[in-house]
Nanobody
């Protein structure tokens, strides 16, 4: 059974940092893209970052560019999301995902999802 398990969420003050981790089990994800979505209260889930299987190519939504960095360690089957300069508007449930498909016009989905981890940024 494939599982993605996130960790690292929590409560932080504005301007602070958090690092999320996502470890996969049940199969190796070294050959597929992975990434992160988030869903804030009352809002739709949005794709915020992706990276290719090699980690050589990344995508970030404009609202997190320059503040968030995603990386992966295929040997550990783990993906990371380093979040710096956090803002209250970053408050959301963050989801790790693998094998992400779609486009900005049709929307994005994924074949595999983590359970989500809460990130709360206080002002």
């Amino acid at each position: 059974q494939v599982q993605l398990v996130e960790s690292g969420g929590g409560l932080v003050q504005a301007g602070g940092s958090l690092r999320l981790s996502c470890t996969a089990s049940g199969r190796t994800f070294s050959s597929v893209n992975m990434g992160w979505f988030r869903q804030a209260p009352g809002k739709e889930r949005e794709l915020i970052a992706t990276l290719t299987w090699s980690g050589g190519s990344t995508y970030y939504v404009d609202s997190v560019k320059g503040r968030f960095t995603t990386s992966r360690d295929n040997a550990k089957n783990t993906v990371y999301l380093q979040m710096n300069s956090l803002k209250p508007e970053d408050t959301a449930v963050y989801y790790c995902a693998a094998n992400i498909k779609g486009s900005s016009s049709t929307g994005y989905g994924a074949h595999y999802w983590g359970q989500g981890t809460q990130v709360t940024v206080s002002s």
